[in-house]
């Protein structure tokens, strides 16, 4: 599954390229840009998951992973709305680009890898589904927090 991914063939990379300086670097930016979709990965799985934490009120007892959760999610979606696409995404098509200006690809990234695994997902799904997450931790978020805050006056 990997190689499907991260295939160094769709890079346009051959094993003999890496014996000179300029095949090393190519190789460093296609480790580089690897690494971008791994850290991309990781940011998705912590949203779905903060998200789910947050809608069920499970992040009240660590406020500041709460708080980390808030701060990132904020600056993601403002970079998105302000670049009109994810930032990591930039990032990633930059350094394929400069391996192979054609390993680049126009759509989202999450788009791009569904469709690479077999899964047809268009870019407006994708970014419905995270804005309706995002919505929904909200909601989580502010659910929880306001009852604690009922709670805490009837006991008074």
């Not at 390229?17 to 998705?44: C, D, P, T």
């Not at 947050?54 to 007892?61: E, I």
């Not at 989202?108 to 899964?119: E, M």
């Amino acid at each position: 599954m990997c190689a499907l991914l991260f295939g160094m063939a769709d890079l346009g990379y051959a094993p003999t390229q890496a014996r000179s300086e300029a095949g090393y670097k190519v190789v460093l930016w296609w480790w580089l840009a690897n690494i971008v979709v791994m850290v991309h990965a990781l940011f998705v799985l912590g949203f779905v998951v903060g998200t789910l934490l947050l809608f069920v009120g499970q992040l009240q007892r660590w406020r500041r992973l709460e708080i980390t959760f808030w701060i990132l999610m904020l600056a993601g979606w403002g970079l998105f709305v302000v670049l009109q696409d994810c930032p990591l995404t930039l990032l990633e098509n930059t350094l394929r680009a400069k391996v192979n200006p054609g390993a680049t690809y126009n759509e989202g990234c999450i788009s791009h890898y569904a469709r690479r695994l077999g899964i047809t997902i268009s870019d407006r799904l994708v970014n419905r589904s995270a804005l309706a997450l995002l919505f929904l931790a909200l909601a989580g978020s502010l659910f929880w927090h306001l009852s604690a805050c009922v709670i805490r006056r009837r006991r008074r």
